[in-house]
């Protein structure tokens, strides 16, 4: 599916690709829900009703993506709260055979989320993959998500790379459109981001199930 020989740059997003989705969507919708009705002395449908009606809008915003806007909107310390469930944070199958791999290989490896800095950090104290990596993008500090063409303008003038010689995979399909307009050539998704939910059968970009699928070539001693 991927000939590494023609891919210089491989830009990684992190939930659902890197990191099993499965946290953050247990986390939105049902943890912090729970915790937002104790605190407001709601019951749990009506609490669910309303966050879920939030969380609906302005999706692919950075303020969508920010735990400071979360935490003024909802009156509730968001960090905090993620960071006592932290320990439910998990690594997708395969993820560190192909960062391991990816290291060993000529390609410059970048990781690009729009995860907030302080997701990042929380996130990391559990399963710090960082060190796989030439470098780590937070589209909150290019002032753009990535569904917007000027994260990978800005992107392009931090980190040049040749976007007809670079492989982006994302779970997140608006970021794919992205990055195909902007011309990125090699585009992948996933087939099943959150672990616990169906797999995708109707996505518009290739998709693999895991890394092992795309696997490159153990370096020769």
Do not use: C
Not at 13 to 26: A, E, I, P, R, V
Not at 69 to 77: A, H, I, Q, T, V
Not at 106 to 121: E, F, I, S
Not at 144 to 156: G, I, N, S, T, V
């Amino acid at each position: 599916m991927i000939d590494w020989n023609g891919i210089d740059t491989v830009l990684l997003d992190m939930d659902g690709t890197l990191l099993d989705l499965h946290f953050d969507n247990f986390f939105w919708m049902h943890h912090i829900p729970k915790v937002y009705a104790e605190t407001h002395q709601l019951g749990n449908a009506e609490s669910t009703k309303r966050l879920h009606a939030a969380f609906s809008i302005d999706q692919g915003t950075l303020d969508w993506y920010s735990l400071d806007f979360w935490s003024d909107r909802l009156k509730l310390d968001i960090p905090a709260i993620k960071r006592e469930v932290k320990h439910m944070v998990s690594v997708r199958p395969h993820t560190m055979d192909f960062l391991a791999r990816l290291h060993e290989s000529h390609q410059d490896v970048v990781m690009v989320t729009n995860a907030h800095r302080k997701t990042l950090d929380i996130k990391m104290e559990h399963v710090d993959i960082t060190g796989w990596f030439d470098r780590v993008v937070v589209s909150h500090e290019l002032d753009a998500p990535k569904e917007e063409q000027a994260f990978w303008h800005r992107l392009q003038e931090l980190h040049p790379y040749d976007p007809k010689r670079t492989l982006l995979i994302d779970d997140t399909e608006r970021v794919l459109d992205s990055a195909h307009q902007y011309g990125i050539a090699h585009l992948l998704t996933l087939l099943q981001p959150d672990s616990q939910r169906q797999k995708r059968i109707d996505t518009r970009f290739p998709g693999i199930h895991h890394f092992d699928e795309i696997m490159p070539e153990a370096t020769q001693p």
